[in-house]
């Protein structure tokens, strides 16, 4: 992302949304919203002072709700551009009227309470579309009490959890009480493999539940990790030996057996109900923690890009390629990669962006003749 | 049906196998001779024998948790009820509970020129004909057979049909209606169901009524899913009476309950109807009704038990002490039930000598009649 | 029964005797399978209750009487049509009376009347 975010020729429109598409063979004209940030992208260096002083405070969605942030805010730490932005939703001087105390100390004079968003058209002669993933909420599965129990959370949030830049510095501490988890449950295909829900594999979550799984030992290893999986599905390169290693060298425990129900007891425990499949014993399993490996969805608005943009998605919102040229979207000129097009993995999207680099360059040299 | 046809059926091919049936299951909780996982295996492997001779296949409570939760969406409830439609022919049938009275009953209702009482509703406002029907079943007879537990079955009837006249509704009642059923379905006796369903449609369309209104969560069930499929057009539409409640519940003066109140939901009601705000929002139109909410509510709510009339061990005790002490443990001092089974077993279960719980298990009706503001006496 | 015979008493036709070990043993399903067979009325005949070998046999069986009763009430089956007498072997006359002024209840319809017994 630096070098993308280095290169002269790669000009990157952050904050900003798609609103249209004219055009076609190769000759599109394409509308973008520039939401107004409220910050001069040019002049801000991302200095921190005015976060300092912010007074407005929201839910931080990068650590997924696990702390608050300022209300002017830099998404995340290595996020390009390094530029700050107004949430004006939760601005003191948008909601109330008065503060201004980021206008105050920045001393390079970023901040403009005046900016408007723009509508811009740039001609370009193909698109590619990487919008990314979301995760399900499992609230609805309401056997796995996530939403109730405090101490049921999303594998992104243990994610944040164990991160060292995260809320609690690379901790488990959970969130009833803020007590270190040493005993923690992964629980896999919430949501996904389901029928009723994500009838697909997520493909991505057995992988990082062993990850997870393994340093959570690593940083503390008087630590027990216990994995329920349906099957587990590591089927890349070295993926199995991975699992191995978790198993041998890490001792993660790994049970093979849909997790049923999830209940807490009164020092908020979750205990997690489950068949272990290979005994044909129900069991009643109790953790301080548990991870729920999510369904991983495509990105909440990709649907309307999709619909925006022409180009056919499948009924869960992925976006259509064709078969025999997976990064072509049903529309020509319009290329897909990544997990907007179906679940994969960070070595395959990267793969497949480079493929649809390779579509595009030979998409342009057929229309415009270069 | 074969056992390949019951397999298709309810698309038992899908098993992942992933054990969330077995795990998610009141009984293989307690009892662990009986996994449906294992169950619909066993059907995969085409194990005629073992299958149908199996004596665990009258342990399912056709709860209904294992096809909310299966991530195969298999109909594993519906499975079963294939199942013991093919055992019983077989020769294995299930052992009927509280000696065969119920079956008995059924027997009765069956014989030439039954004509039920309907003295039981004496005082109350009903009339033989009219737009809005009220089926109130088995209740009665189920007063009888229960006295000993203390179970009230005509005073829910009653108190539905108080809380129906509190809202200006007189109702048809007929002394042609017979058991709606649903036990018989669901232990494969599909040409009974059949018979009942005919004698019911029948007797509610003499009646004249447009709209029936059912207090009983299994009647209301057969009603709108079984007896289309049997009869075709009923004629007249299926309604729980909580929604009729529900739509002028303001209406209604209600005296102050004064009391810690907890529900149990009824399987039909809330995995089969997803009915699971509504009995909740009529408890909380109460006055100083303090509500709290069991940890396994709603979708996950444990079944109470026992059901179909076929199971009653010490299995079934404890899934009804096991809920019974949860019930408790929320400090409530009332548990609000809307089934009459519910009602059934777990007042039973409070008697037996392992349940140390102290709790007053009371119909939705009853509660709700009981505190009728103004008005006529108690039923 | 026997006794009543000895008195050159016989069962009206369309009676079918049911013996049974203890009257204690009838179940209420029993009783009302026989009227859901199309019985006009079941005359149920127990010891007397110090008779009883079982200590409570007949008690049981007053209990089981009342409950079918209700029931049968409840299925518009007027519950007269449920007899219930306790009687010693000895008995015979009182057995007569007993059998005669049942069956006249239901003289008119001239049907089946069962009877059950404990001897």
């Known amino acids: 992302m630096l070098d993308a975010g280095r290169h002269p020729k790669i000009r990157i429109l952050a904050y900003s949304e798609v609103e249209g598409l004219k055009g076609r063979d190769g000759n599109f004209e394409i509308k973008i919203r520039r939401k107004a940030r409220y910050v001069k992208e040019d002049v801000c260096n991302a200095c921190g002072m005015c976060v300092t002083k912010c007074p407005g405070r929201a839910l931080d969605a990068f650590d997924m709700g696990l702390r608050k942030r300022t209300a002017i805010y830099l998404y995340f730490s290595q996020g390009i551009p390094a530029v700050m932005t107004i949430d004006p939703e939760h601005c003191i001087y948008f909601t109330k009227g008065r503060c201004r105390t980021c206008e105050k100390v920045c001393d390079k004079g970023a901040i403009d309470f005046e900016m408007k968003a723009r509508v811009e058209t740039y001609p370009v002669n193909a698109v590619i579309l990487a919008t990314g993933l979301d995760i399900l909420d499992p609230s609805h599965l309401t056997h796995y009490g996530y939403g109730k129990l405090k101490n049921v959370i999303t594998g992104l949030q243990y994610e944040r959890l164990i991160n060292a830049t995260g809320p609690t510095g690379g901790h488990l501490e959970r969130p009833s009480d803020g007590k270190l988890a040493k005993k923690v449950a992964y629980v896999q295909c919430v949501g996904s493999r389901d029928l ?70 009164e020092e908020c425990n979750p205990i997690v109900w489950y068949e272990d499949t290979r005994l044909q014993e129900v069991k009643a399993l109790k953790v301080e923690m548990v991870v729920l490996a999510t369904a991983a969805t495509p990105a909440k608005g990709a649907r309307g890009l999709a619909r925006l943009l022409g180009v056919r998605t499948d009924p869960y919102g992925f976006i259509q390629t064709k078969p025999d040229e997976p990064a072509d979207t ?29 579509r595009v360059a030979a998409f342009i040299s057929q229309t415009a003749g270069v | 049906m074969s056992l390949r046809q019951a397999v298709v059926r309810s698309r038992a091919y899908l098993c992942l196998e992933c054990g969330i049936c077995t795990g998610s299951c009141p009984v293989s909780r307690f009892n662990a001779a009986y996994s449906p996982r294992l169950t619909v295996e066993r059907a995969l492997l085409l194990d005629e024998e073992e299958s149908l001779h199996d004596h665990e296949i009258w342990a399912c409570l056709t709860c209904g948790t294992c096809d909310v939760r299966c991530p195969s969406t298999v109909d594993f409830t519906g499975f079963m009820r294939d199942l013991r439609e093919r055992a019983r022919k077989a020769g294995n049938d299930g052992i009927c509970t509280h000696a065969e009275t119920i079956e008995a009953v059924l027997d009765l209702q069956l014989s030439p020129n039954f004509r039920r009482s309907t003295s039981w509703l004496r005082s109350l406002q009903t009339s033989s004909r009219g737009k809005v029907y009220y089926f109130g079943g088995c209740l009665p007879f189920l ?77 209301f069930y057969m009603f709108k899913h079984i007896y289309p499929d049997i009869v075709g057009d009923l004629g007249f539409e299926p309604v729980y009476i909580l929604n009729v409640l529900l739509e002028a519940i303001d209406k209604v003066k209600f005296k102050p309950v004064n009391a810690k109140v907890t529900y149990q939901d009824s399987c039909r009601l809330a995995r089969i109807e997803g009915m699971v705000t509504e009995p909740r929002q009529v408890l909380q139109a109460l006055p100083d009704v303090d509500f709290v909410e069991m940890q396994r509510m709603g979708k996950d709510a444990i079944c109470c038990g026992s059901s179909n009339w076929v199971s009653c ?16 443990s929320t400090g409530a001092k009332i548990l609000v039930t809307s089934c009459p089974k519910c009602n059934i077993h777990l007042r039973c279960a409070l008697r037996d000598e392992d349940c140390k719980v102290d709790i007053d298990v009371i119909d939705l009706m009853v509660l709700l009649a009981s505190h009728l503001g103004g008005g006529k006496r108690g039923t | 029964m026997e006794n009543a015979a000895k008195d050159g008493f016989c069962l009206n036709p369309g009676t079918s005797v049911i013996p049974v070990k203890c009257s204690g043993l009838i179940k209420v399903s029993f009783l009302l399978r026989l009227f859901a067979k199309g019985s006009d009325g079941v005359l149920v005949l127990g010891c007397l209750e110090q008779d009883c070998r079982y200590f409570n046999g007949s008690i049981r069986c007053g209990k089981i009487v009342d409950e079918t009763r209700k029931i049968l009430e409840l299925a518009g089956i007027d519950a007269t049509r449920l007899g219930f007498h306790l009687i010693s072997e000895s008995q015979g006359r009182e057995f007569k009376k007993i059998f005669r002024r049942f069956v006249k209840q239901f003289s008119k319809r001239g049907r089946r009347v069962a009877t059950s017994s404990s001897r």
């Not at chain 1, 897909?336 to 070595?347: L, Q, R």
Request: glycine letters at 6%; hydrophobic letters at 35%.
């Open chain 2, 313 to 328: 061990s010490r299995v079934n005790k404890q899934i009804q002490i096991d809920r019974l002490t949860e019930a408790a």
């Open chain 1, 196 to 265: 009723n829900n994500c009838a697909y594999c997520s493909s991505v979550c057995c992988m990082y539940s062993i990850k997870d799984a393994m340093l959570a030992r690593e940083h503390d290893p008087e630590s027990d990790s216990y994995i329920f999986h349906t099957d587990l599905r590591n089927v890349g390169k070295w993926f199995q030996k991975y699992e191995k290693r978790a198993r041998e060298e890490y001792g993660v425990n790994f049970i093979r057996g849909r997790v049923a129900q999830i209940e807490e007891d």
């Open chain 1, 330 to 358: 049903s529309r020509p000129g319009i290329f897909a990669c990544g997990f907007c097009k179906g679940p994969c993995d960070i070595p395959e999207a990267v793969s497949q962006a480079s493929a649809a680099a390779e």
């Open chain 2, 143 to 219: 007063d009888v057979i229960f006295e000993d537990i203390g179970f009230e079955g005509t005073k829910i009837g009653r108190s539905s049909v108080r809380l129906l006249n509190a809202l200006g509704i007189r109702p048809a009642v007929s002394c042609d209606e017979v058991c709606c059923g649903h036990d018989a379905y669901w232990t494969g006796r599909i040409d009974l169901v059949r018979t009942l369903a005919d004698i019911n449609v029948k007797a509610i369309r003499r009646t004249g009524a447009k709209q029936v209104i059912f207090s009983c969560p299994e009647c």
